[in-house]
Every structure is written in C-alpha cells, then in structure tokens.
C-alpha cells in the first residue's frame, strides 16, 4: 500500500512502508516557457526538502530525469550537488564502486551521451545494502 504524499507539476513523492519516494523532472537548459530555469530548481528542491522534513523518520529515495550531468561543474549541477551534500544523500551511480560511467541517454544519430537521470539514496549503508543486495 502506499500513499501520495507531495506533488507538483515537476514532482510526486509516494509512501511505501517507511520510504519516501520522489520521481521529479527537471527542466532541461532552453526550455521555451521556462524564463529561469535555476529558480524552478531551487524551488522544487525547497519543496522536496520540506517535504522531506515532514517525514523525517522514513527513507528517501529521490530519482528521475535531472537534466543535468552532476559530474560536469554548472550552477544547476552545483545546486543538486549541494542539495545531496546539505541532506546526506548518496548518489547510487557513484556509491556503489562503478568504474566506468554509463550514459543514461544516448543520441544516436549524434554519437554523443550523457548521464542526466539518478538516484538519491538517504542511510547508504544499512538502506542500500538491503534494497540492493539481490541486485
């Protein structure tokens, strides 16, 4: 069973069990409509900390479209970065020893790719190790 906790348009947050679980989509760079994307995006990530407050005794996982490579140094970037650093989030494409980095979307036609979608993980030791044991 689970339970809506938090939405927007740019996010939904559901409680399963103990966990709380975000999926959001950032607005990517040059999105007609979108005048200032980086005060969406402190705003949504204001938003989801709120919320985050709220449930202060559950798990987090936060996952989704970011639009943004958090490997690369850029304001958005740097703003998520801090987010996960402030709230002692793990990002499971770094926390679990991957050598290589693997896109996440691919441009065929281009040849090109990046990384723009992640998970969030709060207690990485004694929550990841149970979520991703069998993986």
Same mark, same amino acid.
């Not at 998520?80 to 996960?84: P, T, W």
């Given at each position: 069973m689970y339970r809506n906790t938090c939405c927007s348009d740019r996010y939904v947050a559901v409680i399963v069990g103990n966990v709380l679980i975000f999926n959001m989509y950032l607005p990517c760079v040059g999105t007609v409509g979108t005048p200032d994307r980086q005060s969406i995006i402190d705003q949504l990530f204001l938003e989801i900390h709120d919320c985050m407050s709220r449930y202060g005794n559950h798990y987090i996982i936060i996952g989704g479209d970011f639009n943004t490579d958090l490997g690369k140094h850029n304001q958005t970037s740097s703003a998520?970065?801090?987010?996960?650093d402030d709230? #002692?989030?793990?990002?499971?494409?770094?926390?679990?020893?991957?050598r290589?980095?693997?896109?996440?979307y691919y441009n065929? #036609?281009?040849?090109s790719g990046s990384t723009i979608y992640y998970f969030l993980i709060t207690e990485f030791d004694s929550f990841a190790g149970r979520l991703c044991h069998s993986c």
């Open positions: 998520i970065n801090q987010f996960v709230n #002692a989030l793990y990002r499971c494409d770094s926390s679990f020893g991957f290589d980095k693997q896109c996440t065929k #036609a281009q040849g």
